[in-house]
């Protein structure tokens, strides 16, 4: 099926749009009503996730209402390390919490490899679902946490401040990290493919807590498992030509690193300009970003202003995705979203046409 609207994956392949495509992390969440109805409807968040046509649901939704060029799967990065059977729960306002954590080596070695034919059947389901209803609109973006992301909360149990036991894992047993590290690779190598198979149209890896390690950490135990996901989708029949990006959020000290991996695009946080980006590796990745979330905060002219800034930060240069340097907030104001869309592709086209 033709895409009515391809400028994401034009973007991704750093080739002329007509204005800068724009999408944003957790566009299907709490931030809109009609999702927190769906929520309620479900009864809690892990059976939203698990039902293919209530993903399916919360999916479309922000479609509805802003002219956003793509949509991304409704899902958790979490999936993985529940299908593992460390015993997850998700409870909002507490986050994630597994109840059988990973404390020892044989904790990792008695992990089960993960059938994602089986397994993981409701995402793919969803992606099939989505993909129909979608009716060729825009592209689907499928995803998965990133190894060492995964790897935190499997050890931590949760969410952490300090990263304590993973940390400790890391330096006195770095075997036991990166043979939990290289199970996570393996099985995320599968869960993307099998996406792929069932038809998303662009990859992102959230490596969320990538930059909590230093830099020969960062390299060792986050990277190097990336770039070995990046290898096998390029090597693969059905998902050789689909674009992948990588986020690590604080990651702006190795973006060139980062590129060096063969993904399409690098997603960046606010914390470093775009323009020094583009500067840095422009010519041989797509930029992703990277709008401060708090700014949706502020009134509409201020959203219009830091949006415009951006965008005139490399002045309609070929690949750039507009999105923000994180997840939208909670408690944002739907229409905020909705002033930052309409700019984004108003000014960028402005900008292109001179």
């Known amino acids: 099926m033709t895409l009515k609207n391809d400028r994401l994956l034009r973007a991704l392949r750093r080739e002329p749009v007509d204005s800068t495509p724009v999408w944003i ?15 309620a409807k479900a009864g809690d968040f892990l059976t939203l996730c698990k039902t293919p046509e209530l993903a399916c649901e919360v999916t ?15 899902s958790d990065i979490l999936t993985i390390p529940d299908a593992m059977g460390l015993g997850l729960t ?3 306002g507490i986050g ?18 993960v059938d994602v034919i089986t397994d993981l059947a409701y995402v793919t389901d969803a992606v ?30 949760g969410g952490s401040k300090d990263f304590r036991r993973i940390k400790s894992m890391m330096h006195d047993q770095p075997a036991v990290a ?10 995320i190598i599968n869960y993307l493919k099998a996406q792929a198979a069932a038809g998303v149209q662009s990859i992102m890896l959230f490596d969320t807590w990538g930059g909590v390690l230093s830099t020969p950490d960062y390299a060792d135990f986050s990277l190097g498992y990336m770039a070995q996901i990046v290898a096998a989708l390029k090597s693969d029949d059905i998902s ?9 959020k604080g990651g702006g000290l190795w973006l060139e690193k980062i590129a060096d991996t063969g ?40 959203v219009q202003q830091e949006a415009t800034r951006i965008l005139n930060e490399i002045g309609g240069a070929n690949g750039h995705i507009f999105n923000l340097g994180h997840g939208i907030h909670p408690q944002i104001e739907p229409n905020r979203v909705k002033t930052l869309v309409d700019t984004v592709h108003s000014v960028s086209a402005s900008i292109r046409n001179g």
């Open 25 to 39: 992390m957790r566009q299907a969440g709490r931030y809109l009503p009609e999702y927190r109805e769906t929520r």
């Open 60 to 74: 479309l939704q922000p479609l509805r209402r802003f002219e956003l060029d793509a949509a991304i799967l409704f």
């Open 90 to 92: 998700l409870n909002e």
């Open 96 to 113: 994630p919490r597994f109840s059988r954590p990973l404390r020892s080596s044989t904790d990792v070695e008695r992990l089960p490899e």
């Open 128 to 157: 099939k679902m989505i993909r129909h209803e979608l009716h060729g609109a825009v592209p689907l973006i499928g995803f998965s946490g990133s190894p060492w992301t995964l790897a935190t909360y499997m050890v931590e149990g």
């Open 178 to 187: 990166h043979a939990l590290l290289q199970k996570n690779t393996d099985a």
């Open 240 to 248: 050789r030509d689909i674009p992948v990006t990588l986020f690590t």
């Open 263 to 302: 993904c399409d695009a690098v997603g960046l946080d606010w914390t470093i300009p775009l323009c020094d980006a583009y500067r840095r590796i422009g010519d041989r990745a797509a930029l992703q970003g990277n709008m401060d979330p708090t700014v949706l905060y502020a009134s509409d002219a201020k």
